[in-house]
């Protein structure tokens, strides 16, 4: 396959993948809202409220693959632009590879922060706690 098959294709199925994000995002989020919201049984085509999220979440892991594959198509251009940014020369081979590299690292960094600040902000109700609308069944 050519070089520009491949972009045109990689780039419209991350176009797709993530309409597909838009659209169960927005389906859960105005359509199908949570059990303690009124929503407990509401489903769509026979879906309910997590298996679109299961569905969106697997649509986020290949956009998130997709955009990877764009930006190793293009890797050139991403090291020129990024060498640029930091205002070196573009033209030398070393500190393009040195600036995509840079680029990486900050992308990984973001990443990697935002998933650990994200982990810290979970709060677990205390172990007595049941949850709303919880009965003791026998």
């Given amino acids: ?8 294709w990689v780039d419209v199925l991350a176009l797709l993948a993530l309409i597909g994000l838009v659209i169960t995002g927005t389906v859960m989020w105005r359509h199908l809202p949570p059990g303690y919201k009124g929503g407990h049984g509401i489903t769509l085509w026979g879906w309910d409220r997590h298996d679109f ?22 890797w050139a251009w991403v090291c020129t632009t990024t060498a640029r ?23 990984a960094i973001l990443i990697i922060g935002g998933l650990l600040w994200m982990k810290s902000q979970v709060r677990r109700p205390d172990s007595d706690y049941r949850g709303p609308g919880w009965r003791h069944v026998n």
């Fill in 85 to 107: 940014f930091f205002g070196t020369e573009a033209g030398r081979r070393r500190q393009r590879f040195i600036a995509g590299l840079v680029f990486i690292i900050i992308l």
């Fill in 53 to 74: 999220g299961a569905l969106h979440l697997w649509l986020g892991a290949a956009f998130m693959v997709l955009v990877a594959l764009h930006l190793i198509l293009h």
């Fill in 1 to 8: 396959m050519k070089r520009n098959s491949l972009n045109f």
